[in-house]
């Protein structure tokens, strides 16, 4: 657990982050806490059963990259492939797109850059069913779900083939077929709705569990709170996960809260709550499959601190130069989650840097072509985009005379 | 047919509906156990069980989100904000979540919510339990703004509100549960002789978008909703003038077509609103009615509403809108 820095002078504190630009940034020899150091309780313990979880870290894999502990969740050689190709493909594929942005062919992108593991590994432990209610930056859910890249790249252009018609910013991904519910720009706001999806679940009868994510920064919301709550009263089948990146935009999580850690909130609401290292795909694997077994027994939410580090900026319009070290990110003690799981299944011999270059090179290409493809439905500069009349349409389930009359108006 | 007032009305409404669809649910706060602070959901957790009729933590926002939730995975939710001055909280995930849900996603996602809350003045509440905010709602494209008046379109008209596939903001004017409300507040008749006291026991619906004709007349066009209505009936009686009387019922989106046929008879027209006059809903009505109405007009519209303050306390009653400057209205109409 870090210490929270702060300003004192009067009249009132002011949080500070550990390092500014010019600065160097040491987060020393790498973390205290070392997979092995927290046992894995049984699905049905109670949230203070979790006490020394949500304040320590649970980490699998060790600085050498070794899986230890009662939390490795021994996952075959198959699984641990899938999800490393997935975190690759998912970094190819925001290089991509991010050079896309630069070069004016996106209005606009965010990068999930050293947080790949997160919504791959916690999406892989999950079953098909199970609803994901995302944050902008667990777009990696849907490779585990097979989304078709055109697809995304035809929704971040926002061009004839976008399902949503152009209608939102890129990244702004609905995909109804893999569960993933509409993203939506204001923060936080996904974290009680998924209480909700849970509860109707229950209510139904369903074997389904519904994960949702949020931000350190989001976590100042009324939004989050609500969720918490509501979950602690009502106890549906719902996995609540703080993603604890450090910085929402330039706030430092020191600035975000007074609090210690995140995971000891879902304490004080009585549900399980875990502090887990959001770089080991391992961990990741394990904490989750706990809290979708605990949900699937009918035993209610858990509460995760996912802990990592925002490897890249905010979004393109972003630049952390102007209040970060710039190479912050080398010297996380959580590393990088791809190389991490990378250097485990090289260790267990499962896995070489021929394999992982040739990997990268199919990827990058299947990338290029879908990003080809997409561009056939229309680029942003000269589209086709989606005719004028869908700004009218789904509005309502039917066009209201007002609305028609207006498109009438337009003409189109 | 029974006699019924809106309370009952609504919770008739209510009932059928937990009995037709297994999937409605109604929650929010006080209207499980309780029955609501206005007796609304009275006997209906009793009668369809906890789980689906029950209390909610006192969090409006988080009300409104769970609601979402819901409606996204099958469900047809039915939340209570327990005062419409309390809807406040729930803003952004009714304005910016559940009004563009259908049309962010494409139309793969929407969600049924239908919010119950209770609207409007005469009851002593002072500002934070007065309040008529239908413009804030009305401005929103996605969302169904409806405002009953009485216990048989209560009944009918919440009945199509949670039969809805869009979300819908469902006002109740609490000085009319019990009884229509004519502008004294001395005097409170209740429902039971008022012909729309009459209510079917039975299943029945009122479509959406359609405003009703209370009364007809030739001289006059007086539109209102909520409580209104009846001040507004009031007010025509004491005007003298044989003026038509339109209960808009549903705000967005409008019935524009009965307005304009009015207005078009009568040549001239008086909106009647609690909410205050800058940007209330009238101000839409009346840009409206002048672009279809402009050459049939034979006096300027007239906006009878609420004052652009706070809504008082004590001196409630010079706030309202009352018959008698109702009635001036319909009189300068005639005099322009």
Redesign the interface.
């Known amino acids: 657990m870090p210490e929270r820095l702060t300003a004192t002078e009067a009249p009132y504190t002011i949080g500070i982050p550990p390092f500014r630009p010019g600065e160097e940034a040491d987060f020393g020899e790498g973390f205290v806490e070392q997979p092995g150091d927290l046992n894995r309780p049984e699905v049905n313990c109670s949230a203070q059963d979790t006490a020394t979880h949500a304040v320590g870290l649970i980490r699998v894999l060790d600085d050498e990259h070794v899986a230890h502990g009662e939390w490795n969740p021994n996952l075959d050689e198959e699984t641990l492939l899938k999800g490393l190709e997935h975190m690759m493909r998912l970094r190819i594929f925001d290089d991509r797109m991010m050079k896309m942005q630069r070069t004016g062919l996106l209005s606009f992108y965010m990068r999930s850059f050293g947080e790949e593991a997160i919504a791959i590994a916690q999406t892989m432990a999950l079953e098909e069913q199970d609803?994901l209610?995302p944050s902008y930056r667990q777009p990696g859910a849907q490779f585990v779900r097979g989304r078709d890249m055109v697809s995304m790249i035809c929704h971040c252009i926002g061009n004839t083939e976008?399902?949503?018609?152009g209608?939102?910013m890129p990244v702004?991904y609905?995909?109804?077929e893999g569960r993933f519910?509409?993203i939506?720009s204001?923060v936080g706001?996904q974290?009680?709705?998924?209480?909700?999806?849970?509860?109707?679940?229950a209510?139904?009868g369903l074997d389904e569990a519904?994960i949702t994510w949020l931000g350190d920064g989001t976590s100042a919301q009324?939004?989050f709170?609500?969720?918490v709550?509501?979950a602690s009263?009502f106890k549906p089948p719902v996995i609540l996960n703080v993603v604890n990146n450090q910085w929402a935009i330039s706030t430092h999580a020191n600035l975000a809260t007074g609090g210690r850690t995140f995971a000891e909130r879902g304490l004080a609401y009585d549900i399980p709550s875990f502090r887990v290292d959001g770089n080991d795909f391992l961990a990741l694997y394990a904490v989750t499959k706990w809290a979708r077994d605990r949900a699937g027994a009918g035993l209610g939410p858990t509460f995760i601190e996912v802990y990592t580090y925002r490897a890249g900026a905010h979004s393109s319009s972003d630049d952390p130069i102007a209040y970060r070290p710039q190479d912050e990110f080398k010297h996380w003690p959580g590393g990088d989650p791809i190389e991490r799981l990378k250097g485990h299944l090289i260790g267990r011999g499962l896995w070489d840097e021929d394999k992982h270059t040739a990997l990268t090179e199919r990827i990058d290409a299947e990338v290029m072509a879908a990003y080809k493809e997409a561009c056939t439905f229309g680029d942003l500069a000269n589209g086709p985009y989606p005719p004028a009349s869908t700004i009218f349409?789904?509005?309502?389930?039917e066009v209201?005379?007002?609305?028609q009359e207006q498109r009438e108006e337009l003409g189109k | 047919m029974a006699k019924m007032n809106m309370i009952a009305a609504l919770n008739s409404a209510l009932d059928l509906q937990l009995q037709r669809d297994p999937?409605v649910?109604i929650f929010g706060e006080d209207v499980g156990y309780f029955g609501g602070v206005f007796r609304v959901t009275a006997g209906l957790q009793e009668a369809h069980g906890a789980?689906r009729v029950f209390d909610?933590?006192l969090?409006e926002?988080?009300i409104a989100?769970?609601?979402?939730?819901?409606?996204?995975?099958?469900?047809r939710?039915v939340m209570e904000i327990q005062f419409a001055d309390y809807i406040f909280?729930a803003y952004?995930?009714i304005v910016?979540?559940m009004a563009?849900?259908?049309?962010?996603?494409?139309?793969?996602?929407?969600t049924p919510v239908t919010i119950r809350t209770p609207a409007g003045g005469g009851i002593r509440g002072g500002h934070h339990h007065s309040q008529s905010p239908e413009a804030q709602f009305t401005h929103t494209?996605?969302l169904?703004v409806v405002y009953c008046s009485n216990p048989y379109n209560a009944k009918g008209l919440l009945t199509s509100a949670i039969e809805?596939?869009?979300p819908v903001v469902f006002f109740e004017p609490k000085r009319c549960y019990r009884g229509p409300f004519y502008g004294d507040p001395h005097k409170v008749p209740t429902w039971n002789s008022h012909p729309d006291g009459e209510v079917p026991e039975e299943y029945y619906s009122i479509p959406l978008?359609q405003a009703r004709v209370v009364k007809e007349g030739g001289a006059c066009t007086v539109i209102a909703w909520g409580t209104m209505v009846h001040v507004a009936e009031e007010g025509i009686r004491q005007s003298g003038i044989d003026a038509e009387l339109i209960d808009l019922q549903t705000l967005l989106?409008w019935d524009?077509d009965t307005v304009v046929e009015s207005v078009r008879k009568t040549g001239r027209c008086v909106i009647v609103h609690e909410a205050p006059k800058t940007s209330g809903f009238g101000a839409e009505m009346s840009a409206s009615i002048q672009e279809r109405c402009f050459w049939h007009l034979e006096a300027p519209i007239e906006r009878v509403t609420g004052w652009d303050t706070p809504f008082p306390h004590t001196t409630e009653w010079d706030y309202l809108p009352s018959p008698g400057r109702i009635a001036e209205a319909i009189v300068r109409t005639q005099e322009a």
């Open positions: 609803w209610f976008d399902n949503v018609r209608r939102q702004h609905t995909w109804k519910i509409s939506s204001p706001t974290f009680p709705q998924a209480v909700g999806v849970a509860m109707a679940s209510y139904r519904c009324g939004d709170h609500y969720a709550n509501f009263t349409t789904e509005v309502y389930e209201p005379w007002h609305v | 999937n649910v789980h909610s933590p969090a926002g988080g989100a769970v609601a979402f939730g819901m409606g996204i995975n099958g469900l939710p909280p952004d995930q910016n979540e563009k849900l259908r049309h962010r996603s494409g139309g793969e996602f929407w494209p996605g169904k809805c596939n869009d978008e989106p524009r």
